[in-house]
């Protein structure tokens, strides 16, 4: 059989197929920890890259081939199959994508809370536009911590653009302020219109 990327017809396939049938895989139910053979093969994986030519060769290769399963529905013992298979494996540590638990955007937050918490003389965040202490780092009630962008860009995360607000301050500076019903009161108003860009 030829090497590298190649395209199969179904001719090909037909009889791939036929001469498999029936046959039971070499390293059926062997794992690593089991079989020398696969244990073997198994390292000599590891670090293994692609290179951007092969990339692109297999790219082209599959482009306008619809895959296998498409329109097929799997079957109640396929579903199961594959739960079975599935349970427990690359969840939570385990992923390859383990981040220590804790998305993007959340570290993001994390380190911009402990650089307010830093600027603050008494280590308590303050609401940017009416002054007052911020009670909840997270949560959908009124005084819970939303993090504003001074400039409105909300992909410039230096920290001098960045200020800590409250939930109803912030959302009373883009509707309004007394307009909005979850206004806090005069208290914050000449803060928001004096901080508002003109």
């Known amino acids: 059989m030829p090497r590298g990327v190649y395209v199969r017809t179904d001719a090909m396939r037909r009889r791939q197929s036929e001469a498999m049938m029936g046959k039971i895989p ?22 293994h890259e692609v290179s951007p030519e092969t990339r692109r060769r297999i790219s082209e290769a599959k482009k306008g081939r619809p895959s296998w399963h ?15 298979a599935l349970t427990g494996r690359f969840t939570g540590s385990d992923s390859p994508h383990w981040k220590g638990g804790i ?35 997270s949560g959908l009630v009124r005084d819970a911590l939303v993090i504003h962008s001074l400039d409105e860009n909300h992909e410039n995360w230096d ?20 307009k909005n019903p979850m206004w806090l009161g005069d208290a914050a108003s000449d803060n928001v219109k004096r901080r508002r860009p003109s």
């Open 26 to 47: 070499w390293n059926k139910g062997f794992t690593k920890e089991t079989d020398k053979r696969v244990a073997t093969m198994s390292e000599s994986k590891k670090g």
């Open 70 to 84: 498409k329109g097929k529905p799997l079957s109640e013992e396929h579903k199961r199959c594959l739960s079975e």
């Open 103 to 137: 998305f993007k955007y959340k570290r993001r937050d994390l380190k911009l809370i402990e650089i307010f918490r830093a600027k603050s003389p008494d280590g308590i965040i303050k609401c940017y536009f009416c002054g007052k202490p911020i009670t909840k780092i």
């Open 159 to 178: 920290s001098s653009n960045k200020v800590p607000t409250h939930r109803a301050c912030h959302s009373s500076f883009h509707n309004q302020c007394e």
